[in-house]
């Protein structure tokens, strides 16, 4: 089975750095995603790792240790906007996305 | 690129009545589909998951059941509804070529009373 743990709450303040992570347990790795929702709507995808390292996508970062088994999402320069539930999933390399229980980030003037 | 259709947005049923959501996929053909739900605060959970027309994989035991009638037709339901299927149902497709990437649908939030 697959078993994610994050934070369930950060708060952070407007144009400030923030790091959420993520530890995973999976029978079998297929890639770690990140996965972004605001209250009431959709997620929305925002990062992929297949292997270890760093990914950046605009104020967006996404990180992997598949020897840690960790990896965390990293947001820089802090919107009010960001405020939002943010979600890791693994694949189990059967196109199956399996979800965290979500870090709810709060975003402060 | 994908465009998802899920209907109803929003309903409210009583217990023990039946349940059928849709899900209709624009943009792209043969896609993996999948049903997720979501507790009110939590995280989501993997309901159902389809590579094809008829093909239905479950993730957990549960008193719902999905079918795939068309390439591009999902549809959840169920025979009786219980107290704890409330929760907001989402479909989503994998997307094509984008490794991990799930689309999601607006999803359909369900009140069981």
């Known amino acids: 089975g697959q078993s994610l743990e994050q934070p369930s709450e950060v708060t952070a303040v407007e144009g400030a750095i923030v790091q959420i992570n993520c530890t995973y347990q999976?029978?079998?790795?297929?890639?770690l995603s990140w996965y972004q929702q605001h209250d009431g709507g959709a997620p929305t995808f925002l990062s992929y790792?297949?292997?270890?390292g760093l990914e950046e996508t605009g104020r967006f970062s996404s990180f992997l240790s598949r020897s840690d088994s960790y990896g965390y999402l990293l947001l820089q320069e802090l919107q009010m906007k960001d405020s939002a539930s943010y979600f890791c999933?693994?694949?189990?390399?059967?196109?199956?996305?399996?979800f965290g229980t979500g870090t709810r980030l709060t975003v402060i003037p | 690129s994908q465009t998802i259709h899920q209907w109803p947005a929003t309903l409210v049923q009583p217990v023990g009545s039946p349940l059928s959501l849709e899900c209709t996929v624009e943009?792209?053909?043969?896609?993996?589909l999948y049903w997720y739900r979501q507790a009110a605060g939590r995280g989501l959970q993997l309901l159902f998951y389809?590579?094809?027309?008829?093909?239905i994989s479950s993730e957990v035991p549960q008193n719902l059941s999905a079918s795939r009638p068309q390439d591009r037709q999902f549809i959840l339901s169920s025979k009786k509804l219980l107290l704890s299927d409330s929760g907001f149902y989402l479909c989503?497709?994998?997307?094509?070529?984008?490794?991990?990437?799930?689309?999601f649908g607006e999803g359909s939030r369900l009140t069981v009373l």
């Open positions: 999933a693994v694949g189990d390399g059967a196109n199956n996305l399996f």
């Open positions: 999976t029978s079998g790795f297929y890639g």
């Open positions: 790792n297949a292997l270890d």
């Open positions: 943009g792209t053909s043969n896609p993996n």
């Open positions: 389809s590579v094809g027309i008829g093909q």
């Open positions: 989503a497709c994998l997307v094509a070529g984008g490794a991990g990437e799930l689309f």
